[in-house]
């Protein structure tokens, strides 16, 4: 079988997914709610409280729930990875043995969260290599054995990179004038673009 979320599942991922067909429709839904709110936000207090209520009204050991969770989880990435329709993730739900009603419930569910998952992905990833201090200097070169080169003007920067949890690190460029107008109307550029999205 082939799966258009993931192109090589592991057998353990697919058969905590199968395990799904046990929820009602209803109780599907609720949990394809919980999955998709933790792929929006990233909040894990909140996901693991809505686990630990769900876990109670389904009657359903909390390890068990967090397990489903993960699964779920890797299956929807792989879904928003892969840019899936809601045609294509219904395949997909069918070859894991869900009914036709747990399909609809889930797909209903896909659709309505797809705008806010890509807009909670694309804030998550601004949130890495952010810009935390920005250094830079300009120069001249007084001395070179390419006699052209003498005199030409340069920049050197030191940006000071924020990697997500709180790691910084230092890349440093040396960039020509030419260089750098480019470079700063790139940035201008994907600020204005990210400015629409905002």
């Known amino acids: 079988m082939s799966y258009r979320f993931s ?75 892969n840019n899936l329709t809601s045609s294509q993730l219904s395949e997909d739900l069918v070859m894991l043995g869900l009914t036709q009603n747990h399909i609809a419930q889930v797909t ?28 830079w200097r300009f120069g001249i070169t007084a001395s ?7 005199g030409s003007t340069f920049l050197q920067l030191k940006l000071v990179l924020d990697k997500g949890s709180g790691q910084l690190d230092e890349e440093f460029l040396e960039l020509s004038l030419p260089q750098f107008y480019e470079f700063l109307a790139a940035m201008e550029k994907a600020k204005a673009q990210m400015d629409l999205l905002s």
């Open 7 to 81: 192109s090589d599942p592991p057998t353990s991922l697919i058969q905590d997914l199968t395990k799904l067909s046990q929820f009602d429709p209803e109780q599907l839904g609720e949990f394809t709610r919980i999955t998709l709110v933790f792929l929006v936000s990233s909040d894990a207090g909140k996901l693991l409280e809505s686990a630990e209520t769900f876990s109670s009204n389904v009657g359903i050991r909390l390890e068990i729930v967090k397990e489903l969770l993960k699964s779920y989880l890797i299956f929807f990435k792989g879904a928003f990875k």
């Open 108 to 135: 209903r569910i896909w659709v309505q969260s797809l705008r806010a998952i890509g807009s909670g992905s694309l804030s998550q990833t601004l949130m890495v290599n952010q810009l935390v201090l920005p250094q």
């Open 144 to 150: 070179n054995k390419d006699l052209r080169n003498v």
